[in-house]
C-alpha cells in the first residue's frame, strides 16, 4: 500500500510569517495605542500601589493618578475601530 505524502508543508511557515506581521501591525503600525498602553500599565501600577513609590500624597503619585485618567480618554481618541463595515482601511 501507498501512503500519501503530503507535499505542502508551507502552512506552518506561513502561519509564522502571518503572525509576525500581525504582531508587526499592532506594536509599530499602532505606536499610538501601544504607546499609551505602555504609559498607563505603569502609571496604573504607580497609582494602585502608592505605597511603593512615596505614599499616597507624593507628587509622582499624584501625576500619575492624573496621567492615568487622562491616559484612558486619550486612548479612547487615539484608538481607531477597524470593525466597521462599509468603510476602507487605512
Known amino acids: 500500500m501507498s501512503q500519501a505524502i503530503d507535499s505542502n508543508p508551507a502552512p ?7 503572525t509576525l506581521s500581525s504582531a508587526k501591525t499592532a506594536f509599530i ?3 499610538k495605542t501601544t504607546a499609551i498602553g505602555i504609559t498607563l500599565s505603569f502609571t496604573g501600577f504607580v497609582a494602585f500601589s502608592p505605597s511603593t513609590f512615596g505614599g499616597e500624597q507624593a507628587t509622582f503619585v499624584q501625576v500619575c493618578k492624573y496621567v492615568t485618567s487622562g491616559g ?16 476602507s482601511q487605512e
Open 72 to 87: 484612558l480618554a486619550a486612548l479612547g481618541i487615539a484608538s481607531k475601530d477597524f470593525n466597521v463595515t462599509g468603510k
Open 29 to 31: 503600525k499602532n505606536w
Open 12 to 18: 506552518q511557515e506561513s502561519t509564522t510569517t502571518s
